[in-house]
């Protein structure tokens, strides 16, 4: 997780190859509609989660141990991401058969220019803008986080309780994640 945090590109790549097929399989076994799997493929939504995944642990958001917890929380981000996409299309009542031919052409778009979660770790670019978009005590408690310091640690360094930074913290990722368009905002 260090690695991945400082944005080892190889230690993303290992991350992507060793979760993916697991990432994919729950992304199959959530969409039980057969109308939700001709709308959503498996790879689209593995590679939202492990980009959201990327951005958030290299921001210092994941406090993740062992291989244990991370495949919890990968599991966890993969039903919140299919369960989203669902109210979604749920919401709007869309039908398939009446997309139009501007969606489809925005959904080419898209996924034309998807890059996988290794090249956005590799790149940095997203983690700079986040990083650009978070005000100063936001930015100080990810730099923290990503240096390893727990919550507790940060209270003691930035003042208040280990509690409130982390709510601080959750908060300014939600904020900028939905900004950014990486997350639902939601999730």
């Known amino acids: 997780m ?17 979760y993916e097929p697991l990432i994919r399989r ?5 969409l039980e509609d057969q109308r939700l799997s001709r709308v959503f493929e498996s790879m689209d939504v ?7 995944f990327f951005v958030r642990a ?3 958001q994941f406090d993740v141990q062992e291989p244990g917890q991370l495949v919890n929380l990968l599991i966890t981000m993969t039903r919140n991401k299919v369960a989203s996409a669902a109210r979604r299309e749920y919401q709007q ?3 398939r058969r009446r997309t139009s031919e501007g969606d489809s052409q925005q959904m080419a778009r898209i996924e034309s220019h998807a890059e996988t979660p290794s090249v956005v770790v590799a790149g940095k670019e997203l983690v700079d803008k ?15 986080r990503s240096g390893g ?6 209270a003691q360094t930035m003042g208040g309780t280990a509690q409130s930074r982390r ?21």
């Not at 690695?3 to 060793?18: C, I, S, T, W």
């Not at 729950?26 to 959530?30: A, S, T």
């Not at 593995?46 to 959201?52: A, D, P």
């Not at 310091?149 to 940060?154: D, K, L, P, Q, R």
């Open 2 to 18: 260090k690695r991945v945090r400082e944005g080892d590109q190889h230690a993303a790549e290992l991350l992507v190859k060793q």
């Open 26 to 30: 729950m992304v199959r076994l959530r």
């Open 46 to 52: 593995c590679q939202s989660v492990l980009g959201s």
């Open 58 to 60: 290299a921001m210092g």
């Open 93 to 95: 009542k869309r039908d």
């Open 130 to 144: 986040a990083r650009a978009l978070m005000r100063d005590a936001e930015r100080q408690i990810s730099e923290l």
């Open 149 to 154: 310091c727990s919550w507790e640690e940060i």
């Open 167 to 187: 709510v601080q913290f959750m908060r300014a990722t939600s904020r900028i994640m939905a900004q950014l368009g990486i997350d639902d905002a939601d999730e």
